[in-house]
């Protein structure tokens, strides 16, 4: 296992405590096909510099992520973060790029999808694309991000149902995580994914940055600039604590 600052293995690294794999999109999805090959559920998180803030004080998030399956480096403070540390990342594997790619792959494998968060309908609306874009992968299922408690076993039973062997969550970080964590074993999922804001995109509800913006990498700014009251704490001192804690790791070495 890492250490606390870049420490890494093979293809392992630890930004600020937070482990992470360090492979490239094709890698990440030969994985995925692996993961689904064996007959039990499996966790794929995507962490970004937010998620490596957030971790730094919930010790039960940082829990579930290093004990996931694969952990996918998201993102240019990620990346800033790899080399500053010592231990450069291969890549940007963030879950907007990496799901029409995982939708081709799951498509070949015949493996049924279940899509479940966001606001009501937008779910029933990435089905919509995935139907459009691949016709012969599966959807399962469907359900919104914001259900109670007392709802939570029937979308759970739901899931089990729907033969769904993967399962996209989309309710933002921790919750999914922390989602996944306590219903994988229900769902019957072989592979569960948190993956964030990635429904509002492939729904059309928010445009994604121009691709000039994601070669830049900054397409942070771009959803700065759509939700700035509920983004700018997150972006503007979030980034900049990130920058903070990883120059004060660099600094103390390993
Ligand atoms: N969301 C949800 N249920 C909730 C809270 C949020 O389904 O109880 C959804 C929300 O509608 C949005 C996504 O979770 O689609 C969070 O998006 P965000 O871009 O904030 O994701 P993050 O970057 O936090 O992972």
């Given at each position: 296992m890492a250490g606390p600052q870049g420490g890494d293995g093979a293809d392992g690294a630890s930004i600020l405590g937070l482990r992470v794999h360090n492979i490239t999109k094709d890698e990440a999805l030969d994985r995925i096909e692996t993961l689904l090959s064996e007959e039990r559920g499996h966790t794929v998180f995507f962490v970004n510099a937010h998620c490596v803030n957030l971790a730094w004080g919930d010790d039960r998030y940082r829990e579930v992520v290093n004990g996931a399956d694969l952990v996918l480096p998201d993102g240019t403070g990620m990346r800033i973060a790899g080399r500053l540390l010592g231990h450069p990342l291969r890549?940007?594997?963030n879950g907007t790029d990496l799901f029409p790619l995982l939708c081709e792959r799951l498509q070949r494998l015949q493996a049924p999808v279940y899509l479940l968060g966001a606001l009501p309908g937008l779910a029933e609306k990435v089905a919509d694309w995935i139907r459009r874009t691949?016709?012969?992968?599966?959807?399962a299922g469907t359900h919104h991000g914001y259900f109670t408690p007392e709802e939570e076993p029937e979308v759970v039973t739901s899931i089990a149902a729907s033969g769904a062997q993967v399962l996209f969550v989309a309710m933002g970080v921790p919750l999914q995580e922390r989602w996944i964590a306590r219903n994988l074993s229900a769902t019957g999922v072989r592979v569960a994914l948190g993956v964030g804001g990635l429904f509002d995109f492939y729904s059309g509800r928010i445009p994604r940055a121009p691709l000039w913006m994601r070669r830049a990498g900054i397409e942070w700014v771009f959803r700065l600039l759509q939700e700035p009251r509920r983004l700018w704490r997150r972006y503007l001192i979030g980034n900049l604590v990130f920058l903070a804690r990883v120059l004060k790791a660099r600094w103390r070495g390993p």
């Open positions: 890549d940007n594997v691949f016709p012969r992968l599966p959807v």
